[in-house]
């Protein structure tokens, strides 16, 4: 099991500026996930990062909307850039071995973004 | 969309009942996952049933997998409030390669009434 944090746990931002978003885990993961989660709905993967390689991102989702850094194993941020209201969301890091040959995922509590 | 469905949406039940939701989904899968979500907060995984299992217990919970119909459920056995969460299957696919990631179900949100 992992013990994440996210910082901020929750912020409002104006139109137009760009929020990072940062997630700590308490022990070296391979891979790590961002997702965003519109109130009420389900989850919807951002990227993939994994350390020592670029993030993979999911169809929708580019890299100049949401730059993501791996610095290392244990800490990474993804940033919300030129923030429109259609942004405001729940944004969850996860991580992820494959221990056993299974992907099992421990979340972070998220952030939840209000864009005015 | 490879993305699974849930049903019901929504569910509520009172103390003491049992809760059942269900789950399907549209690819071969190496394994199913059930997460539960409390309110505005992170995911907690809960149960993983392989590919290669047709059923499973933990606790109160029970998971069935029917590969054949690609479908799963999740059985909460007398229910209590505390219970009440958003309950989410994931799948994890076969042949994923490096890029594993989970396909992830609409979710039921349940309600468990004192």
């Known amino acids: 099991s992992a013990v994440i944090s996210q910082k901020p746990s929750r912020d409002i931002c104006q139109r137009g500026t760009s929020l990072t978003i940062q997630c700590q885990v308490d022990?070296?993961?391979?891979?790590m996930f961002w997702y965003r989660q519109q109130p009420g709905q389900s989850l919807t993967l951002i990227a993939t990062?994994?350390?020592?390689?670029?993030?993979?991102?999911e169809s929708g989702f580019v890299i100049d909307k949401f730059p993501i850094s791996r610095p290392n194993l244990t800490f990474s941020t993804l940033t919300v850039s030129n923030m429109s209201p259609e942004d405001s969301s729940i944004y969850l890091c996860?991580?992820?071995?494959?221990?056993?040959?299974?992907?099992?995922?421990?979340f972070g509590p998220g952030t939840r973004l209000t864009v005015l | 969309s490879q993305q699974g469905e849930e049903d019901p949406q929504a569910l509520s039940i009172q103390e003491g009942e049992n809760a059942t939701m269900n789950c399907s989904y549209k690819?071969?899968?190496?394994?199913l996952q059930w997460y539960r979500q409390n309110s505005g907060r992170g995911l907690v995984h809960q149960i993983l049933?392989?590919?290669n299992e047709r059923e499973k217990h933990s606790g109160r919970l029970r998971v069935t997998l029917d590969t054949s119909k690609k479908s799963s459920s999740l059985l909460i056995t007398a229910s209590r409030a505390a219970d009440t969460a958003s309950y989410f299957c994931?799948?994890?696919?076969?042949?994923?390669?490096?890029?594993?990631?989970?396909?992830w179900g609409l979710g039921t949100s349940l309600a468990v009434n004192p």
């Open positions: 996860s991580v992820g071995w494959l221990a056993a040959g299974y992907n099992e995922q421990f």
């Open positions: 022990s070296q993961v391979t891979m």
């Open positions: 990062a994994n350390q020592g390689s670029e993030a993979t991102y």
């Open positions: 690819t071969s899968i190496n394994n």
């Open positions: 049933i392989r590919s």
């Open positions: 994931a799948t994890d696919l076969i042949n994923a390669g490096n890029n594993r990631k989970l396909i």
